[in-house]
């Protein structure tokens, strides 16, 4: 990939920008298999799955500077000044082409950017998240109301300058901190859901719903866990931190169309309601075939789960922590669930390593890189675990308590 930003010095982001993608991919994929030799020393490491190396970003976060009428779109130099990135080239091509548009709207309505050495002005961030329908979700990240009425009195022309737009909203960020956006979520559009089809599944994501950035390579993550699933035919799923449902749905019934016991755990409320609405549309579509429930909790408090909830003879727990890994907690109450298989689906494989360090019960058959994040050395590896006694209890035996 070519970067005019890059070569000109304005944007570092991209660290191994320059490095052949194929070279990337060989580098990373071999910082992993290292990473985990010696707690996984029989693994069978499947072929990378890669992305393109430009134009893979359906979210674009930008930091929003300059002036009333001239607004920056980018990132902050080290003097927190304002960096102009509006044609990046990793964004995908509907929000390329619609960056600019959006820019030049900013500046017509005249918000104020906000000056971080100056602590002052209202408009810190514009996000926006691609569908691969088409559709545009865009989110102002404002340090208060004192906008709000001005956007909405634009918003019908925003709209009609900004076809691609169908949710818009405003979250609030009062706080002089590296944070990106405030609790405080304004939805101002009558549409307040993104649909985001993913292989055979449509996800509902909220404006603050997560979703990974690279919606391609997210498709073959979730078909890899698929396969996997139909592979080992466990008759319960439980999946914890499972976001808007991505692993869960698509393991939601084998190959045949026969439904799974699917449990999944999430901590952010919104998530699950989006994870419940995408359950809901597939039972509708598919009366009686879908099996699926979702809760929300912290995904370490699984001695709350009844276990009366998930049953069967086989079992498999998702796991797709944040970076820092599932900790010994949740790895000790993996070691005592009695499920037959683990899939894990990591983006931080040192923590990984100690995580599987913490799960002597299990061997790990398979593992494969996916390829979120080019042009970077950010990774996302998903390993498939399986318990190595003989001796396997129900999912849930003795009420999941360690």
């Known amino acids: 990939m070519q970067c005019d930003y890059f070569d000109a010095g304005r944007c570092r982001s991209c660290a191994l920008m320059g490095v052949p993608y194929a070279v990337q991919l060989a580098d990373k994929h071999e910082r992993c298999r290292q990473a985990l030799s010696a707690v996984a020393p029989d693994v069978t490491w499947l072929e990378p799955f890669a992305s393109r190396e430009s134009a893979f970003r359906n979210k674009a976060k930008l930091v929003v500077g300059g002036r009333p009428g001239a607004v920056t779109l980018g990132i902050l130099d080290p003097k927190s000044r304002g960096v102009d990135l509006r044609a990046c080239g990793l964004h995908e091509g509907p929000l390329q082409r619609l960056i600019p548009r959006l820019a030049d709207v900013v500046d017509e309505i005249g918000l104020e950017p906000y000056d971080v050495a100056a602590r002052r002005g209202e408009l810190k961030h514009l996000i926006l998240t691609l569908s691969p329908t088409g559709e545009v979700m865009l989110r102002f990240v404002l340090r208060s109301k004192k906008h709000l009425a001005l956007l909405e009195s634009r918003l019908p022309r925003m709209l009609e300058h900004l076809s691609e737009v169908r949710v818009v909203s405003v979250n609030l960020q009062p706080e002089h901190k590296a944070v990106l956006e405030g609790e405080t979520e304004l939805v101002l559009t009558e549409q307040g859901l993104l649909e985001m089809p993913v292989n055979d599944v449509t996800l509902n994501l909220r404006p603050n719903s997560f979703f990974q950035t690279n919606t391609a390579v997210a498709a073959g993550l979730y078909r890899q866990a698929r396969d996997w699933a139909d592979e080992v035919r466990p008759a319960a799923v439980l999946d914890l931190y499972c976001g808007v449902g991505g692993f869960a749905l698509h393991c939601a019934t084998d190959r045949g169309g026969v439904p799974r016991r699917v449990l999944g755990v999430e901590v952010s409320p919104e998530a699950v309601r989006s994870a419940e609405l995408s359950a809901e549309r597939l039972r509708a579509s598919s009366p009686g075939a879908v099996d ?31 970076r820092r890994g599932i900790g010994p907690e949740l790895a000790d109450w993996i070691e005592r669930s009695g499920a037959d298989h683990v899939t894990y689906s990591s983006c931080n494989v040192d923590s990984l390593a100690r995580d599987l360090a913490r799960l002597p019960s299990y061997v790990a058959r398979r593992a494969r890189l996916f390829d979120m994040f080019p042009q970077t050395s950010h990774h996302e590896v998903i390993m498939l675990l399986e318990r190595e006694t003989s001796s396997v209890t129900s999912l849930l035996a003795d009420g999941g308590r360690p």
């Open 292 to 322: 699926v429930q979702f809760r929300a909790g912290d995904a370490t408090d699984v001695s709350a789960l009844d276990p009366a909830e998930l049953g069967g003879t086989t079992s498999m727990v998702v796991v797709n922590p944040p």
